[in-house]
């Protein structure tokens, strides 16, 4: 599974390591630390659990962004060892938990973890403030067999408020403005929502009206414009502004899905 921040990986984490309850073995848990040496708390691992490595490691061979299996855990006087299965290289390879503790639970992962990661089955959690044409290439190229996207009508919301208006709705708008004597709203060159707002009040007719389309149809169609939409940075600080505002509170229909608002698109 992959999602767009780490605040969605984790809720996904969560919920699928619930799901796997039943089908996990041993249990421990493990202290980790982030990839500065700084504890990042405790993490639990049982056999039959997903891993991530967060850190290249020349001992047992693993690659930052590697996803493994655990396969078995053993106590020794040098500490937890974990035996686990790399997807990457298909080795078993040994963990010694006390030096090597950059982990994560691996059910989940972010679109920019998933990178150069290939899967049978790839399911997205869409939508969102980060969502990109660079993201979805990422998320729809990391499947030999299926790829999957699952969006919720809160993220579709939330996609079609980031995305940036046409340009047709833009030379629209100034032509109205030219001609009318209208005052242009200041973000009608940014926000999609803003530009047909304010052309829905202005031009006469709502744009995108179509009586045949459901509300949920017509907005996902504006949601897949999102995902076409470039969000390359020109600048590191573009990069970590960017990042900062998208680690938001997630949908609360995440964790409590209703049916008749997820769509899943194949």
């Given amino acids: 599974m992959m999602a767009n921040t780490n605040a969605e990986v984790a809720e996904l984490n969560r919920a699928a390591r619930t799901a796997m309850a039943e089908r996990l073995g041993h249990e421990v848990s493990i202290q980790t630390t982030d990839r500065n040496g700084k504890p990042a708390g405790k993490l639990a691992v049982a056999e039959g659990d997903r891993l991530l490595a967060k850190k290249n490691d020349k001992v047992t061979g693993l690659k930052n962004g590697d996803l493994m299996t655990v396969r078995g855990i053993q106590y020794t006087q040098d500490g937890v060892l974990i035996t686990a299965r790399v997807d990457r290289t298909r080795a078993v390879v040994t963990i010694n938990s ?7 639970h691996g059910y989940a992962v972010t679109v920019h973890a998933a990178q150069g990661t290939t899967v049978d089955r790839a399911v997205v959690l869409g939508g969102g403030s980060m969502t990109s044409r660079e993201g979805t290439y ?17 993220q579709i919301e939330n996609a079609i408020d980031q995305t940036p208006p046409t340009e047709k709705m833009i030379k629209w708008c100034e032509s109205i403005s030219a001609s009318r004597g209208i005052a242009l709203p200041d973000e009608y060159r940014d926000s999609f929502m803003a530009a047909r707002g304010w ?68």
């Fill in 199 to 266: 052309l829905d009040e202005n031009s006469g007719h709502e744009v995108g009206d179509n009586k045949s389309e459901s509300g949920l149809l017509a907005d996902l169609k504006d949601a897949i414009a999102a995902m076409g939409q470039s969000r390359q940075k020109e600048t590191t600080l573009e990069y970590i502004q960017s990042c900062e505002v998208a680690q938001e509170k997630l949908p609360e229909s995440i964790h409590v899905p209703v049916c008749e608002n997820i769509l899943v698109m194949r």
């Fill in 138 to 154: 990422v998320q729809m190229s990391r499947m030999r067999d299926t790829a999957e996207i699952i969006i919720t009508k809160p």
């Fill in 98 to 104: 006390a030096e090597y503790r950059q982990l994560h």
